[in-house]
């Protein structure tokens, strides 16, 4: 068994996401045809597989037989824990957007550059008040805009939606979790769609659309909260999360 072949097992199995931008020589190894049959096939002693995000940036851990009940509790735990990040990363995502005038919601690889970021924040009322309405909602007590970006930098970097690629810590990079994020939302909406939750999924689509257009921050809040409580509906129909 190779070096990478384990490294790659017990990354995938603590539960991190595999991705470009953080560890690019798992993502090359995994990208060769033989090397995935092979951890496939021992992961799937396991009762797990190696799933990839639509945009082929990143790779994580799925269950195989997602009725079993250590692994249906797991996705429990996973849809619990996303519904509590959820509002906060769609807050980010309008500010980022707001500050960059970006015309997409960020994706994996997209750089961010703290002084222009802040500069843009610092010249506008309203990217002030997001901000400490994010910073709000993270439970931070900073006042100060500089220090409040980052703490939230510090903040999604801690949760792996954000690399440093710079000494100084003023140059990141967006992540595959992203990425999941983006084919997590999507499939709750295809999932409302399909069982006649038309109106419900009206409401939220311009939240949770591949453009991810995010413009209603009450919705926003209500959607997450509905998340929460309907994720053991949805958790049972899918084993990716």
Known sequence: MSQTFSQITLHLLSGRIIDRVTEPAMM????????????????????????????????????????????????????????????????????????????????????????DLLASIESSKQLELQLADIIAKIGRQTKEAKKQLNSLIEYLENEGYLHSVSSTGALYKATAKWSLLYDQLEYIGKYQNLHNHEAEYSRHQDTYQNNFDLRSAASDEETATDLAINNSEIESQHGKF
Not at 40 to 46: D, E, T
Not at 57 to 84: H, P, T, W
Not at 102 to 114: E, N, T, V
């Open 28 to 115: 090359n190894w995994l990208s060769e045809e033989d090397n995935f049959a092979s951890i496939q096939n021992y992961l799937s002693k396991l009762n797990r597989q190696v799933l990839m995000t639509s945009d082929q940036e990143g790779a994580y851990l799925g269950y195989l037989d997602i009725n079993e009940k250590d692994s249906n509790k797991a996705i429990r735990q996973s849809f619990n824990k996303m519904s509590v990040l959820l509002y906060p990363l769609v807050l980010w995502l309008r500010l980022v957007r707001g500050a960059t005038d970006s015309s997409r919601p960020l994706q994996a690889g997209d750089m961010i550059k703290l002084s």
